[in-house]
């Protein structure tokens, strides 16, 4: 079982910021935290991993809380193009599978 | 670099048949992990090759099989296929075991 949990759907306006939650209370010291999407009709696309620290690449930013609990997703100016289901998913750093829950489904509207 | 492709995108099987799916890997990447999506949920991990031998498995039958081939790419066996196998089918490469995974775009299963 997944061990995230995530808002089933958020709507978010063109070229505001993203914030998608996800808590995993019960990740252990040596998981990380991952983010992908799912634009429809393809496949997940890998947006952004952390540890413990706050991290930033050209797609997004993660903020992880300092007690490793809970994390944010931050798109931070939206497009149509961002709309897809994204999911928040834990796992060890060499682990062989990423364990999918049901993710966010995003809706940008103009 | 090219990214993962797979074929075929769309099939339709009947029941009790076998099917053969295929992934070619991003270039460079030696790890292939394979999974099935269900319609409205998330994809569950079938299993994963590593330099062609299977790295880990999933909750499936053993009807369900793989191979990795020396230049990495994968194929997906699966027998005596069943109603409930209709899905898409993905395949995901990575340069080493859970570095970024890359997706393909999917196989489509239908199985009638």
């Known amino acids: 079982d997944a061990k995230t949990t995530q808002p089933p759907s958020m709507d978010c306006a063109e070229g505001r910021a993203a914030n998608l939650p996800c808590n995993h209370s019960t990740i252990s010291g040596n998981e990380y935290v991952y983010w992908y999407r799912q634009i429809h009709s393809q496949g997940p696309q890998y947006i952004i991993h952390g540890l413990k620290n706050n991290e930033t690449n050209e797609m997004a930013s993660l903020i992880i809380t300092e007690d490793r609990k809970s994390s944010t997703l931050i798109l931070p100016h939206a497009t149509l193009r961002d709309t897809a289901v994204y999911y928040c998913?834990?796992?060890?750093?060499?682990?062989?599978?990423?364990?999918f829950g049901t993710g966010t489904r995003l809706q940008v509207f103009p | 670099e090219t990214g993962v492709t797979q074929s075929p995108t769309h099939l339709i099987k009947t029941r009790g048949q076998q099917v053969t799916l295929r992934c070619s890997s991003q270039?460079?990447?030696?790890?292939v992990s394979w999974y099935q999506q269900a319609l409205g949920q998330g994809p569950q991990f079938i299993f994963q090759y590593y330099r062609e031998e299977e790295n880990g498995r999933g909750n499936f039958p053993p009807r369900f099989s793989g191979l990795q081939f020396p230049n990495y790419s994968s194929e997906l066996n699966v027998n005596a296929l069943e109603l409930d196998d209709s899905a898409l089918y993905l395949c995901a490469s990575s340069l080493q075991v859970n570095y970024g995974y890359t997706f393909g775009s999917g196989t489509r299963l239908t199985v009638v």
């Open positions: 270039s460079g990447h030696n790890t």
């Open positions: 998913i834990v796992g060890e750093y060499n682990t062989d599978k990423l364990i």
